[in-house]
């Protein structure tokens, strides 16, 4: 009897032990990010950006003459998940990195985790300020994507040159739509006080049902709108506000921050999708002017994930990887703060241009693309054209 | 059979934990401590007085933001707080427990579910006091710094010292659950368990003693979010979501309904699954799913239930 | 004063969304009444409905009339999948404490939902309005579109024809005899275990049905099980469990609290329905028109 105690002993110990050794120490790097829910449409493709990166990388030899290996982790879309599973990865997978978080709750949670934890991490997607807010801010935070601040400005300055007197917003009700519609509304009274903000309409986020609000804002008879309802959400909103005549009523003069006008989003909807509209996106794989390295680099994706449109999430993921490698190059070191050191003020040469993350916030000079939606006939969903990368670089204080 | 002090044994094997020296091993053994001590507490209502809550959650994550703002923004030190937790837990556990033990099952279950909602919503959202679904981050560390100067326990970390403590007040709190329901108040309960109207035949209050069960049940599963706030390094709204309670009832029921220690086993045993299996795949909702469906055809008792069969079994054929 | 368009706007929306859920809520509600079982797992046959509807049009086309193929196979789908569900594993529980069926019927949910994750993925899939539903009429100064419309009559007219077959035919009146007394039923020869998984799969076909009807109004992705059947659990014991007009009743006042909710208490929408739930579980412990549980 006590042998077959000290066995069940001897199994639960061994399978508390992580698994695997291998010769030359790769470098780890934790990815937590969405698998699961409707987030999954965004956090999927972010990971095969990043995991693409590591094969190119690999198959040139590592970084440091290490391979990188990625360790992708589903966070649910929680904050108190995504933390859980990070000090996982940092106590128990021994990641020397951190790379992800989607949105702008998971972001903040998981970047306490790195500082008490001295682990840099670098965030491709969450917007909120409060990222790298200067009571927020530490020396292994860092962002590659844009932010509440930039896209609120982008859009102001999109509709500030509209004929319209009378301007809406809706937005998730919660941090990301509470500070990136505050932005907005700053920025627009200050470069067009002619126009006033007629309606605010704030669904929870996750909302199933938006006719309520849609029926309250067309009520107000506004002659813009900005929303910055995103993926699925814009998604059920359109399908909702299309019929009762919501776009029509305000002759399709929308900017769907929130990336609404991205290509999965385009290709989600097909026909039910407003064309017409303004909307922005991470990336646009149809984007005509791009430099030639964007061309390539679509390429590549296209074929790396199998895909004739790819979506536009991956960039990000990858951008992410490319900043991290680039600093453990210039540190010469996988230590954490001489990494954190390498990242300020770094510089490097994404798929969609020369991107710096500045040290006074750690935040990168990520813009976004925007254009009005038309239907093309080469392509079975609407696309943006012409479609512009707004510089962002004016908009950061 | 000689009497194992299995409870005691056990306590000891636990502070021996950080003695590995792998953190990965001290965090697992503070979770799975926490987390057993939330559902011991839920057995009292389920287990002992046949209430099964559905909202279970809201006390825990009372506990963790009472904890955490007493010691965050008014800089409380842990021996004021801790208990905080358990008196604001039990506050709430009065309020909503009084509207719920008037209703019966499933009703009751689900007026628990609306409260537990409730209060989730109400953590989302009052940004200024509990952070938004941001939630409380960076709840700072009880002042341990006494601990330094002990003999062993100069060498450990800081996380090892609070999970020391932990394992100690956590011990404690198991020690006064089981006085409770070993006393005549909780035989009592299983009385009322068994059959509510013939309790009421016999004079018993019946809605008094649940009332009574409900906010003990809600202070040590708020003590258990005071604790766990701490260690989570910050408190979230999703704590007292409603998947947290079907967490925690499926721990309750996986180790084990019929035995005071089952829903602590049933943690364990879930969280260091989740742990391995969310290693190896995506699919752990499917594996749970499927391991909950064996546990319910073939293990009913949970799997002390099933040990304790096999052991009266064994026994049997030793006689 | 808002403008009286206006508020009838937001009632018809509300009443559509009602009629949504009553038809999710309806089939919820005849098996706790008759099976006493509370079953999680609904939603996740709606969501399954939902795909199992978008994965036919993608076979079928979207050409007139290939909609309503659709739908109808996939509720028949779900509706066999009730079936087995109820035959093969869910009747060895009755015997056990309602618990145990509950913590079953989650356990489905969990396993249901990763294999509509494996087999459909986590994007976001939508289909269109079927060819003739795709107008809206101007009515009091609002519009509303046809596939609207055709829901809110569909709503009432299921919820007669359950009336009627409850009521009128011999199979209804066994229906209500199981959901009083089983044993009873039993004992005068009724065979009450086919009985049982008859009414388990009329309320699995009417889940499916559900989720297959919404995917012109909403996308079909992961986690709309999880979302509904809390909210189809609201709405039925708002009304009171095992109360088949209840339930209609319940999908009503829901329907309502979320329309105007938006505009008296304009951020909290988040918390409306369960306070709702709290305020009537409060002030009537058996729901609108229940009875008090055996």
Redesign the interface.
């Given at each position: 009897m006590q042998r077959r105690i000290a066995l069940v002993v001897l199994l639960?110990a061994a399978?508390?032990v992580?698994l695997g050794a291998s010769a030359q120490k790769p470098i780890k790097v934790g990815f937590p990010i969405i698998?699961?829910?409707?987030g999954?449409?965004f956090g999927?493709p972010a990971a095969k950006g990043a995991q693409m990166f590591v094969d190119e990388i690999n198959a040139k030899g590592g970084v440091l003459g290490r391979k990188m290996e990625l360790v992708v982790?589903?966070t649910k879309g929680?904050?108190?998940?995504a933390?859980?599973?990070a000090?996982?990865m940092i106590?128990?997978?021994n990641v020397d990195f951190l790379v992800g978080t989607l949105t702008?709750?998971e972001g903040?949670?998981v970047s306490?985790?790195a500082k008490?934890n001295k682990i840099v991490f670098i965030a491709p997607i969450p917007k909120t300020d409060?990222l790298t807010a200067p009571d927020k801010l530490h020396p292994y935070v860092f962002r590659v994507a844009s932010t509440t601040t930039i896209e609120g400005r982008s859009a102001a300055e999109i509709i500030a040159k509209w004929p319209v007197k009378r301007v809406a917003t809706i937005a998730p009700?919660?941090?990301y739509g509470q500070d990136v519609t505050k932005s907005f509304v700053e920025h627009l009274k200050k470069i067009a006080p002619q126009m006033e903000i007629v309606d605010q309409?704030?669904?929870?986020?996750?909302?199933?049902?938006y006719?309520?609000?849609?029926?309250?804002q067309m009520?107000k008879k506004p002659e813009a709108v900005f929303s910055s309802l995103w993926?699925?959400h814009f998604?059920?909103f359109t399908?909702?506000a299309r019929?009762?005549?919501y776009f029509d009523a305000i002759k399709h003069n929308m900017v769907a921050g929130g990336e609404g006008a991205s290509p999965?989003s385009t290709k989600?909807?097909?026909?039910?999708y407003p064309v017409g509209i303004w909307g922005n996106s991470y990336d646009a794989f149809y984007w005509d002017d791009a430099a030639t390295t964007h061309k390539e680099w679509i390429q590549k994706l296209a074929k790396y994930t199998k895909d004739e449109y790819p979506s536009s999430w991956p960039i990000q993921g990858y951008m992410g990887m490319q900043f991290l490698a680039e600093a453990i190059k210039k540190a010469n070191s996988t230590e954490s703060d001489k990494v954190a050191r390498a990242m300020l003020g770094l510089s490097v040469d994404t798929p969609i241009g020369k991107i710096t993350i500045r040290e006074k916030d750690h935040q990168a000079n990520r813009g976004q693309l925007y254009g009005k939606t038309v239907k093309d006939p080469k392509y079975p969903f609407a696309i943006m054209k012409p479609v512009t990368y707004v510089d962002p670089t004016k908009f950061m204080d | 059979m000689r009497r194992v002090p299995w409870g005691v044994l056990v306590v000891m094997a636990a502070l021996f934990v950080p003695a590995l020296g792998s953190r990965f091993y001290t965090f697992v053994a503070n979770d799975v401590a926490i987390m057993g001590l939330f559902a011991v507490s839920l057995n009292v209502l389920i287990g002992y007085t046949g209430l099964v809550s559905f909202g279970h959650a809201a006390y825990f994550g009372i506990g963790a933001y009472t904890t955490g703002i007493l010691m965050k923004k008014l800089t409380l030190p842990f021996v004021l707080a801790f208990p905080a937790a358990g008196v604001v837990a039990a506050l709430f556990a009065l309020v909503f427990g009084f509207f719920c033990v008037r209703l019966t099952k499933i009703y009751f279950a689900m007026l628990t579910l609306a409260f537990a909602q409730i209060v989730w919503a109400i953590c989302f959202k009052w940004n200024g006091v509990t952070g938004g679904e941001q939630g409380l981050p960076e709840i700072p560390y009880p002042d341990l710094a006494w601990m330094q100067k002990l003999p062993f326990f100069g060498e450990l970390r800081g996380s090892d010292h609070f999970y020391l403590l932990s394992v100690v007040l956590v011990a404690v709190c198991y020690w006064a659950l089981h006085r409770v329901v070993a006393s005549p108040f909780g035989r009592m309960l299983t009385t009322i368990r068994e059959n509510p109207e013939r309790a009421e035949f016999i004079g018993v209050n019946v809605q008094r003693y649940e009332l009574i069960a409900f906010v003990i049940a809600g202070m040590f599963a708020g003590l258990a979010g005071g604790l766990f706030g701490i260690f989570n390094r910050g408190a979230f709204p999703d704590f007292a979501y409603w998947t947290k309670s079907s967490e925690v009832l499926i721990m309750t029921l996986l180790g084990g309904m019929g035995s005071f220690w089952g829903p602590a086993v049933g943690a364990l045993v879930l969280l260091v699954l989740n742990q391995q299996i969310t290693s190896y795949t995506e699919y752990w909702p499917f594996v749970l799913g499927t391991v909950l469906i064996v546990i319910l055809f073939a293990f009913p008792g949970g799997i002390v239930g099933a040990l304790e069969s096999a052991r009266a079994r064994l026994g049997t054929r030793h006689a | 004063m808002p403008d009286p368009s206006f508020l009838f706007a937001q009632s018809l929306s509300g009443l559509t969304a009602a009629m949504f859920l009553f038809l999710i809520a309806s089939g919820l509600s005849l098996i706790f009444g008759v099976l006493r079982v509370l079953n999680f797992a609904h939603g996740s046959f709606y969501m399954l409905g939902a795909y199992l509807a978008y994965q036919v049009v993608q076979w079928v086309g979207t050409g007139t009339g290939r909609f309503w193929w659709a739908v109808i196979g996939a509720a028949l789908g779900i509706a066999i999948l009730g079936g087995l569900v109820e035959r093969l594993l869910l009747r060895h529980l009755y015997a056990k404490e309602e618990l145990y069926q509950l913590l079953f019927t989650y356990a489905l949910v969990l396993v249901l939902g990763d294999v509509a994750k494996r087999l459909w993925g986590t994007g976001q899939l939508s289909i269109s309005r079927p060819p003739g539903l795709t107008g809206a009429l101007e009515i009091f100064g609002t519009r509303l579109p046809h596939y609207n419309l055709f829901i809110l009559i569909l709503g009432p007219a299921i919820a007669l024809g359950f009336w009627a077959v409850l009521h009128r035919t011999r199979a209804g009146r066994y229906i209500r005899a199981a959901a009083q007394d089983r044993e009873m039923l039993g004992a005068l020869g009724v065979n009450v275990t086919s009985l049982y998984t008859g009414v388990f799969v009329i309320g699995s076909f009417l889940a499916g049905l559900g989720g297959a009807l919404v995917t012109p109004v909403k996308t079909v992705v992961p986690g709309m099980d999880v979302e509904i059947i809390v909210e189809a659990f609201i709405v039925v014991v708002i009304g009171g469990l095992g109360s088949f007009w209840g339930t209609f009743l319940g999908s009503i006042v829901y329907g309502q609290v979320l329309s105007f909710g938006i505009l008296i208490f304009p951020r909290f929408s988040i918390f409306s329905v369960f306070a709702l739930m709290a305020v009537v579980l409060i002030v009537r412990p058996w729901g609108l028109l229940g009875k008090p549980l055996r």
């Open positions: 639960a399978l508390l992580p698998l699961s829910g409707p999954a449409l999927e982790r589903d929680q904050p108190d998940e933390v859980r599973v000090r996982e106590l128990k997978d702008s709750a903040p949670a306490v985790v008490e409060q009700d919660y941090a309409q704030w669904p929870k986020l996750g909302e199933n049902d006719t309520p609000f849609i029926n309250a009520a993926g699925g998604l059920n399908k909702q019929p009762l005549g999965e989600a909807m097909g026909a039910d | - | -």
